[in-house]
């Protein structure tokens, strides 16, 4: 079956969602607590994603990768959040659904984003994940990352520790086996 990458509408809000929900259940359960994993629902989700995609001029803009009529994927992204690294961009998000998971859909939402954001003027994207998830952190580095900052994110409920990863130049995040120079 055919993949296809297109930008998200409000009507992929709820499917983003289930995605997102689904996400962190298969990925960040010894991670992050159990409590704030289930915490997540389908339904709080969605209404975040509407108010994302519902703007005239979305500061976020999102990618969603179709399997058939499924959405089994997305990513997000949009202008940097905090100073911590001084890239311009930020992707905020990108789930695969674990089912679609080392087929290169990954790869194509982080290349598709990149193309959105150079369209919106972006220059150079990092990105915080959690420093023990270390399945994306593979991801990040075969895409050709380097680690740009460090922190605790003491935002949410409970304090957890992530790395950045950052590209100095959106177009390499399309370059197909790019690694980071040696
Ligand atoms: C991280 C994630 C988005 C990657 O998506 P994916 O569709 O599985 O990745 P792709 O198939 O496009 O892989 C792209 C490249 O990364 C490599 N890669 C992906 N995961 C890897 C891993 N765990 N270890 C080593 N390499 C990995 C692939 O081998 C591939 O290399 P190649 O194209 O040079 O052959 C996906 O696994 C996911 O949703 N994980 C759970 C949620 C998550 O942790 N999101 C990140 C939050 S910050």
Request: glycine fraction near 12%.
């Amino acid at each position: 079956m055919q993949t296809r990458i297109r930008p998200a509408t409000i009507a992929d809000a709820e499917a983003i969602a289930l995605v997102h929900v689904v996400g962190w259940r298969e990925s960040y359960r010894g991670l992050v607590p159990d409590r704030v994993i289930d915490g997540q629902s389908v339904a709080g989700r969605t209404a975040t994603w509407r108010r994302a995609l519902d703007a005239e001029r979305p500061a976020t803009s999102v990618m969603v990768a179709e399997l058939g009529n499924a959405v089994v994927g997305f990513a997000a992204g949009g202008p940097r959040r905090g100073d911590a690294f001084s890239h311009d961009g930020e992707l905020y998000a990108i789930y695969v659904r674990r089912i679609a998971q080392g087929a290169g859909i990954g790869r194509a939402l982080v290349c598709d984003l990149a193309g959105a954001l150079a369209g919106r003027g972006f220059g150079t994207l990092a990105l915080w994940v959690l420093r023990d998830n270390l399945a994306a952190r593979q991801f990040y580095i075969r895409l050709g990352g380097r680690v740009v900052a460090e922190r605790i994110d003491d935002d949410g409920p409970v304090k957890l520790a992530e790395v950045a990863y950052g590209w100095n130049d959106l177009a390499a995040l399309c370059r197909r086996g790019a690694r980071p120079a040696a």
